[in-house]
Nanobody, 120 residues
Framework: VQLQASGGGLVQPGGSLRLSCVAS????????MGWYRQAPGKQREWVAT???????NYADSVKGRFTISRDSAKNTVYLQMNSLKFEDTAIYYC???????????????WGNGTLVTVSS
C-alpha cells in the first residue's frame, strides 16, 4: 500500500490550495483518513481527520479555514485550505488506516509529504 500526496506549492497569505492524497495497492477498506503537518523546527501536528462515515474533526488552528473530504471509491482524501496564513507553512502528510490482505487488523500508512509555503 502506498499513499501519494500532491497539491502543495507557494501561495500568498489569504490564498487557497487543495491537497490530495491517493491510497493505492491491495486495499479492502480504509477507516480514518487524515492530514498532519510539520513546520520547520517543529514537531509534526495533527490537522484534520475524516472517518469512513464522513465525520470530520479539525485542529483549532485550522477550524473554519480548512475542509477535509474524501472519495472512498477512489481511496482519496482531500484538504481544501482557504485563508492561508504564514503559520500554515509546513510539509503536509496524509495518513490512512488501511485494511487489506496484508493488513487484516489495520495498519496506519503515511504518505510522502507535500510542501505548502505561504509567503508574500
Amino acid at each position: 500500500v502506498q499513499l501519494q500526496a500532491s497539491g502543495g506549492g507557494l501561495v500568498q497569505p489569504g490564498g487557497s490550495l487543495r491537497l490530495s492524497c491517493v491510497a493505492s495497492g491491495s486495499i479492502f477498506t480504509i477507516n480514518d483518513m487524515g492530514w498532519y503537518r510539520q513546520a520547520p523546527g517543529k514537531q509534526r501536528e495533527w490537522v484534520a481527520t475524516i472517518t469512513n462515515a464522513g465525520r470530520t474533526n479539525y485542529a483549532d488552528s485550522v477550524k473554519g479555514r480548512f475542509t477535509i473530504s474524501r472519495d472512498s471509491a477512489k481511496n482519496t482524501v482531500y484538504l481544501q485550505m482557504n485563508s492561508l496564513k504564514f503559520e500554515d507553512t509546513a510539509i503536509y502528510y496524509c495518513n490512512a488506516e488501511v485494511f487489506g490482505p496484508e493488513e487484516p487488523y489495520g495498519v496506519d500508512y503515511w504518505g510522502n509529504g507535500t510542501l505548502v509555503t505561504v509567503s508574500s
